[in-house]
C-alpha cells in the first residue's frame, strides 16, 4: 500500500499543485502559534509540552484515525494515505520558487532573479553576483526536497509498516515545520521568543532528521557521480554548521561537480511580510550557515537543469527500493 499512496501522492499533486494559501498550512500555523500561546510559560518543561502538543499530538491523532479506517476498508484506508501524502509530500510546495529564478536568469534578467531570491528567503540579494545566486538557489532548493521530499518519504515508511499509515509523514513535517517557525518567528517579527523552545525544537528535528539526511545524501550519490559524492561527503560535511544539511549539500556538490557552501547572503534590514502569512505558505527563511566552500566549478544555469535530474533520479530510485520492498512482503 505504501508503494501507491506515495506514487498516487506526487501524481496528483503533479496533476493539482498545491495552492499557496491552502487552508491545512494556514491551520497548521494556528495550531503552533496556539499551543506556543498557551502553553508556553518559560520553564524547560513547558518548552517539552508546546512540542509535543505541535508535533506529537498532530501525528498520533493521524496515526489513530489510519487504523481505524483500516479496520473497516483497505480501499479507504489507501485514499486516506494519499490525502494526508498530497498535503506533506511533494515538489509544488517549493518548486515554484525555483522555476521564477530559473526561467529569470534564462532569459537574462538577474535583476529579477535577486529580487526573486529575496522574496524567497528574505535575504538581501541586490550585491549577489550570478553564481552567487545561482549557489543559493541550489543549496535552498536541494534542501527543500530533503525536507518535502525524502525526509516525508522515509518517515511515511517507516512508520507504515507500523501500521500506523501517514503518521510519519506528520510527525516529520510537523517537525520540521516547528523547528523554523519559533526562530523565525522571532527574527521577523522581533516578537520574544523561549530560546529554549526553539532551541529543544531544532534539537529534535535533528534527531528526527539524522537517517534521512543521510538517505538523501546516499541517493544522491547514487544516481550522480558516486565517487566524487562521497569524497566530498567526507571532506566537506563538516563546513556546515548543522551536520544534517552539511551531509545533504556536500553529497549534492560532489554528485554534481558543483561548488556549495560559502558566504551566507545578509538577511533583509527591514522585513515587511507577515509572518503568519510566510509560514502558511510554507516558504519561511532557513539560513544555510556554512564555514567555507566545497571543490568544484562555479555554479553556472546548467546546474539547475542538473540539480531538477539528480532530484528526480533520487525520486525513481526510492521508489524502486519501495516497490521491490513491497513485492517482498507480498510474496512472504
Known amino acids: 500500500m505504501s508503494f501507491f499512496a506515495v506514487l498516487f ?99 537574462g534578467r538577474e535583476d529579477r532573479a535577486r529580487e526573486l531570491l529575496a522574496q524567497w528567503q528574505s535575504v538581501d540579494a541586490s550585491e549577489l553576483p550570478r553564481t552567487e545566486i545561482l549557489r543559493h538557489v541550489l543549496e535552498y532548493s536541494l534542501l527543500a526536497a530533503h525536507r518535502h521530499v525524502f525526509g516525508v518519504f522515509f518517515w511515511f515508511v517507516a512508520l507504515s509498516t507500523l501500521g500506523l499509515g501517514p503518521a510519519g509523514a506528520v510527525l516529520f513535517r510537523m517537525a520540521e515545520f516547528a523547528s523554523r517557525y519559533w526562530s523565525y518567528k522571532s527574527q521577523v517579527t522581533g516578537t520574544p521568543t523561549h530560546d ?24 544522491f550519490a547514487v544516481v550522480g557521480n558516486f565517487e566524487d559524492a562521497v569524497d566530498a561527503w567526507r571532506r566537506h560535511a563538516v563546513l556546515w554548521v548543522r551536520p544534517n544539511e552539511g551531509i545533504i549539500l556536500a553529497a549534492a556538490s560532489g554528485a554534481l561537480g558543483v561548488r556549495l557552501g560559502g558566504q551566507v547572503a545578509p538577511a533583509v534590514s527591514e522585513v515587511t511580510r507577515d509572518v503568519s502569512r510566510t509560514m502558511t505558505q510554507g516558504d519561511s527563511p532557513d539560513v544555510i550557515m556554512a564555514q567555507g566552500s566545497t571543490q568544484g566549478a562555479d555554479p553556472q544555469p546548467a546546474h539547475l537543469r542538473s540539480v531538477v535530474g539528480l532530484i528526480w533520479r533520487s525520486v525513481v530510485l526510492w521508489m524502486l527500493l519501495l516497490a521491490l520492498l513491497s513485492l517482498a512482503n507480498l510474496i512472504g
Do not use: C
Open 9 to 107: 501522492a506526487l501524481l496528483a499533486e503533479q496533476l493539482k499543485p498545491l495552492s499557496n494559501l491552502n487552508p491545512i498550512h494556514h491551520a497548521l500555523v494556528g495550531w503552533v502559534r496556539w499551543a506556543g500561546r498557551n502553553f508556553d510559560a518559560g520553564d524547560a518543561v513547558h518548552a517539552k509540552v508546546v512540542w509535543a502538543i505541535t508535533v506529537i499530538v498532530p501525528a498520533a491523532l493521524t496515526g489513530v484515525l489510519f487504523m481505524v479506517v483500516d479496520r473497516y476498508s483497505t480501499v479507504l484506508a489507501l485514499v486516506f494515505n494519499v490525502v494526508v501524502l498530497y498535503f506533506m509530500l511533494g515538489f509544488r510546495q517549493f518548486s515554484h520558487h525555483f522555476t521564477a529564478i530559473r526561467d529569470a536568469i534564462e532569459q
Open 196 to 219: 529554549r523552545l526553539m532551541g529543544l525544537s531544532q534539537d529534535l528535528f535533528a534527531v528526527l532528521d539524522h537517517v534521512p539526511a543521510r538517505l538523501t545524501a546516499f541517493g
